[in-house]
């Protein structure tokens, strides 16, 4: 979703970019940020909000500290397109699965998953993924370390 329209100026951005870098800024500070009163910050940002702009205002936490600190990416290929729905549901309600992409290629989804050891990890593919009717095959890569791993932008 691109933000092109005259409604969301450079201000909007600017303030969708000082809470992606500190989610816990208070209206004074990120007014200040911006060059706004707190409560012109307070109003755009509540709007940013209430149009969808600004998903959730939230923290990262480790991966470890949350003992979640094995990654991988999984491709999943499912047998039909009309199994896609059901598929998709099951994901979304996974803990484990942080990212749901549907690629181009042989596969049809690729997940990014975070669990805590490889035995957590082979239950998520073997119990979850493979237990899905629709699921034909699982293609697996175990992330050895991340030189960068940021969510800033979320869509």
Known sequence: MSIQNSEHDQLDRMIAGCVMQDAALTSTQ???????????????????????????????V???FMDMALCAFIFVTLDKAEHHKGFLKAVGGNKSILECH????EHSY????????????????????????N???????????SHKDESLIVD
């Open 135 to 145: 699921v034909a095959k699982t293609l697996t890569q175990i992330v050895l370390s």
């Open 62 to 64: 480790s991966a470890e």
């Open 30 to 60: 990120l007014g200040e940020k911006v060059g706004l009163s707190s409560s012109a910050a307070n109003e755009r940002l509540r709007r940013l909000k209430q149009n969808g702009y600004v998903k959730k205002i939230t923290a990262l």
């Open 110 to 133: 690729l997940l990014k998953v975070r669990c805590s050891n490889t035995k957590a990890l082979e239950s998520l593919i073997s119990d979850f993924l493979k237990g899905q009717s």
């Open 102 to 105: 549907h690629v181009t290629g």
